[in-house]
């Protein structure tokens, strides 16, 4: 069977896809998704929202088991907490699901039509579907192509997933704790998901093959989130990798050439993701590539006419943000838009404990751009609102052009920074110089004033001492 010719067909309904059709639809474009799991990919099904519920549980929980200690500086006692897992997981499986449908029902409000199939690309507009069932394959044919298959995790040699060995997809569903869990990777994966079962009690241990946690942040920025998961227990083993699996666990060596055991439970490896390529006819396109990941344009267009691409197959940051904004990018480009990716920053926000964020330039960066910057730091230690959370842990860096005063990035490090980077994005984008920071009344007393007490300090007038 032929459908019609669409306008759009969109390969994927991950956070890059569905933005991509949902626009298209609501342009008056003729938009066909296709989608062999649940609606909302890789961010909703299990990555940012489980992770975020699992962590957010973590910390209700740990809240508890500091009041039941005796311990909570507040002078709140509590009776020993206890966490029904299995619960915790249903109840993230219900919200994940309400949350999918609600995908499903932006998609038919916007003329979408979804077909549930995996999708295999026989030339640069015609995709055959194949679904569960006796039905033949469908065939679909659109104009242009969004391709938005996403990624997946990267396995390491000598440690294949199964049994002890688990992803971060593994790990979200659990519904039992494990008592010791190694974690391979100290990068956004193994530490949220680390810090999150330390919390629940769990004996973690990192290994990390660089020679320190979150390598591809600022140094600056690691300390704090280093020193509250040793208050939580974890180890955390850095220049060390993990070479295979052992009876009891897992057998490491340490760039000194150190051979060692750890003993574990379970294994999570979060070494990083790799773009899904495989088996739906990328091959056959002849599409120029980056490395593994298809290569795109300004306007998200690959060297194919007609073929255009979003999201974790397109590269780094892979970052459900990003995968959303060119989703609506492109939308707008195959509707004719003078549109282009103008963006000044991709917010970066690892939500460890605590969050750490980085929008725009860093010092370092700066540094190497040759420009000459201002660069302000406020300490949490100095904000009222923090010491009222009693978490006075953290700052707020920023860097600024040194002759014109105009904002080039923020970094930070502290509780609910993750709604801050909201505020330092903005500011990036709006092109602010630090006396727009400084001259604007923020709400006190809030963890926000913390980026206009740093651009007070970058211009020589700081309220703090
Ligand atoms: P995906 O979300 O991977 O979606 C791709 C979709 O395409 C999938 O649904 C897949 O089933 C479908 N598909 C693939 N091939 C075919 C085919 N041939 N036919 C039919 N369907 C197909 N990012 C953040 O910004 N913030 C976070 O807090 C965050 N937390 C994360 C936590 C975890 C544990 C993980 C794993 C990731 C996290 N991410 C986070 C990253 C984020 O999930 C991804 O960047 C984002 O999902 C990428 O969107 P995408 O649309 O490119 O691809
Ligand atoms: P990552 O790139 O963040 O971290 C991987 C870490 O593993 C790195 O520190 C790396 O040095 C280390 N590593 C690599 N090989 C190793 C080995 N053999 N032994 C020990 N360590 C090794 O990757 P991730 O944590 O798997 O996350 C994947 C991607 O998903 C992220 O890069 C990010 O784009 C996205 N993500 C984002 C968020 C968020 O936005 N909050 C959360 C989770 C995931």
Redesign the pocket.
């Known amino acids: 069977m032929t459908d019609p010719l669409y306008d759009v067909l969109v390969l994927g309904a991950g956070p890059g896809g569905y933005a991509a059709a949902i626009r298209a639809g609501q342009l008056g474009l003729r938009t066909v998704v296709v989608e062999s799991a649940q609606l909302g990919g890789t961010c909703l099904n299990v990555?940012?929202i489980p992770?975020k519920a699992l962590i957010h549980a973590a910390d209700t929980f740990a809240a508890a088991v500091r009041s039941s200690a005796g311990s909570d500086p507040m002078g709140i006692r509590a009776g020993t907490p206890s966490i029904d897992l299995a619960a915790t997981v249903a109840w993230k499986d219900r919200m994940v699901g309400r949350l999918s449908s609600g995908i499903g029902a932006l998609l038919a409000r916007a003329g979408v039509t979804t077909v549930t199939g995996w999708g295999r690309v026989l030339d640069g507009k015609t995709v055959e579907v194949e679904s569960d069932g006796p039905h033949p394959p469908r065939l679909l044919q659109a104009r242009n192509l969004v391709l938005a298959t996403g990624?997946r995790?990267?396995e390491?040699p000598g440690l294949p997933f199964g049994g002890p060995v688990a992803t971060?997809t593994d790990a979200l569903a659990w519904c039992d704790l494990p008592d010791d869990l190694v974690v391979?990777?100290?990068?956004?994966?193994?530490?949220?998901l680390g810090t999150a079962f330390a919390k629940l009690g769990t004996a973690v241990t990192v290994?990390?093959?660089?020679d320190r946690?979150?390598?591809?942040f600022d140094a600056s920025l690691v300390p704090p989130i280093e020193r509250r998961m040793r208050q939580l227990g974890c180890t955390v083993l850095t220049r060390?990798?993990?070479t295979g699996q052992t009876a009891t666990g897992v057998r490491t060596l340490a760039a000194d050439g150190t051979a060692g055991e750890l003993t574990a439970g379970r294994v999570l490896v979060?070494?990083?993701?790799a773009p899904s390529v495989e088996g739906w006819g990328l091959d056959d396109l002849d599409l120029d590539r980056d490395g593994p990941f298809v290569r795109i344009d300004d306007r998200c267009r690959t060297s194919m006419t007609g073929v255009y691409a979003v999201g974790?197959l397109t590269g780094?940051?892979?970052?459900?943000h990003r995968a959303i904004a060119q989703g609506r990018l492109v939308a707008e480009v195959i509707a004719g838009q003078p549109r282009r990716w103008d963006n000044v920053c991709i917010p970066?926000?690892?939500?460890t404990d605590p969050e750490l964020v980085c929008v725009g330039m860093t010092p370092e960066q700066a540094r190497q751009a040759d420009v000459d910057t201002i660069e302000a730091s406020f300490p949490y230690t100095a904000s009222g609102r923090a010491s009222t959370t009693a978490d006075p842990s953290g700052f707020v860096h920023l860097v600024a052009r040194r002759h014109d005063h105009v904002l080039l990035g923020v970094q930070g490090v502290g509780a609910q920074m993750s709604e801050l980077s909201a505020t330092f994005g903005l500011a990036l984008e709006m092109g602010a110089r630090l006396e727009d920071l400084a001259g604007t009344i923020v709400a006190h007393p809030t963890r926000a004033e913390a980026l206009q007490e740093a651009a007070l300090a970058a211009l020589g007038a700081p309220m703090h001492v």
Do not use: H, N, Q
């Open positions: 990555g940012c992770s990624s995790p990267v390491l971060s391979v990777g100290g990068g956004y994966i193994g530490l949220e290994v990390e093959a660089t946690l979150l390598p591809s060390t990798k993990v979060a070494v990083g993701r974790d780094d940051p892979m970052l459900a970066e926000v690892v939500f």
